[in-house]
C-alpha cells in the first residue's frame, strides 16, 4: 500500500489549503481515512474521518465547520481542506488508511494501517 500526499502549501490567513492523499497498490474494501496533524513542537491531533466508499465523514468537534473531507473513490484519493486558516493551522498534515484490501487471488485481507508522509501547510502573513 502506497499513500501519496500532495506537496506543500504556504497560504495566507483567512484562505484555504487543499491537501490530497492517492492510495495505491490493492483494491481497498471496508477502508476509512483519518486526518491527523501535528503542529510545531506539539503531539499529533485527530481531525477526523471519512469513509471513500460512501462519503460518510465524521470531524472532530475543533474543526467542524471549518474542515472539509471529501473522496473519489474511483481513484483511491482523499481529499482535506481547511478554511479561513489561521497561523496557528501552521502543521504536517497526515493521512491515515485503516481496512482491507483483495488480493490477486480474491481474498480479502484486514488490518492495513498505513501512513501517508505528511503534508506540510504553512500560514503566514
Known amino acids: 500500500v502506497q499513500l501519496v500526499q500532495s506537496g506543500a502549501e504556504l497560504r495566507n490567513p483567512g484562505t484555504s489549503a487543499k491537501v490530497s492523499c492517492e492510495a495505491s497498490?490493492?483494491?481497498?474494501?471496508?477502508?476509512?481515512i483519518d486526518w491527523v496533524r501535528q503542529s510545531p513542537g506539539q503531539g499529533l491531533e485527530w481531525m477526523g474521518r471519512?469513509?471513500?466508499?460512501?462519503?460518510?465523514?465524521n470531524y472532530a468537534q475543533k474543526f467542524r465547520g471549518r474542515v472539509t473531507f471529501t473522496a473519489d473513490a474511483s481513484t483511491n484519493t482523499a481529499y482535506l481542506e481547511l478554511q479561513s486558516l489561521r497561523v496557528e493551522d501552521t502543521a504536517v498534515y497526515y493521512c491515515?488508511?485503516?481496512?482491507?484490501?483483495?488480493?490477486?487471488?480474491?481474498?480479502?485481507?484486514?488490518?492495513?494501517?498505513?501512513w501517508g508522509k505528511g503534508t506540510l501547510v504553512t500560514v503566514s502573513s
Open positions: 471519512i469513509d471513500p466508499e460512501d462519503g460518510n465523514t
Open positions: 497498490g490493492y483494491t481497498f474494501i471496508n477502508y476509512y
Open positions: 491515515h488508511l485503516q481496512g482491507g484490501v483483495v488480493l490477486a487471488s480474491g481474498a480479502h485481507v484486514y488490518g492495513m494501517d498505513h
